[in-house]
């Protein structure tokens, strides 16, 4: 499995921007899908994402501004980040998991694909 985000770029505080991950290869091991997101000197962490029943999840500090969808068709995971605060700068990485049963996970170590990620920047 391949995954490869886009989408990514230089946005003024209050801006959107609409991130992409398309999956390629073996996409059938694919269980649960989700965007994490690092900062500088900062441990990646969990932004949103969907389990395999089209669950949604997000972290507290993207709840009402940003919306994960995904589209099976096309073997995408899409984020749309409305209300962008300079905080929110970040590389943002697209991953999925393997493993069926678990439960959706927050825990980055849980997710074997990942994609090289894309660079979003808000300026104040």
């Known amino acids: 499995v391949q995954l490869r985000e886009s989408g990514g770029g230089l946005v003024q505080a209050g801006g959107s921007l609409r991130l992409s991950c398309t999956a390629s290869g073996l996409t059938e091991n694919i269980v649960d899908m989700a965007w994490f997101r690092q900062a500088p000197f900062e441990e990646r962490k969990l932004v949103a994402g969907?389990?395999?029943?089209?669950?949604?999840?997000y972290s507290d500090f993207v709840k009402g501004r940003f919306t994960v969808s995904k589209d099976n068709s096309k073997n995408t995971l899409d984020l749309q980040m409305n209300g962008l605060k300079p905080e929110d700068t970040a590389g943002y990485y697209c991953a999925a998991t393997a493993t069926r049963g678990r439960g959706f996970t927050s825990t980055p170590q849980s997710y074997v694909y990942w994609g090289r990620g894309t660079q979003v920047t808000v300026s104040s």
């Open 50 to 57: 969907i389990d395999a029943q089209d669950n949604t999840y």
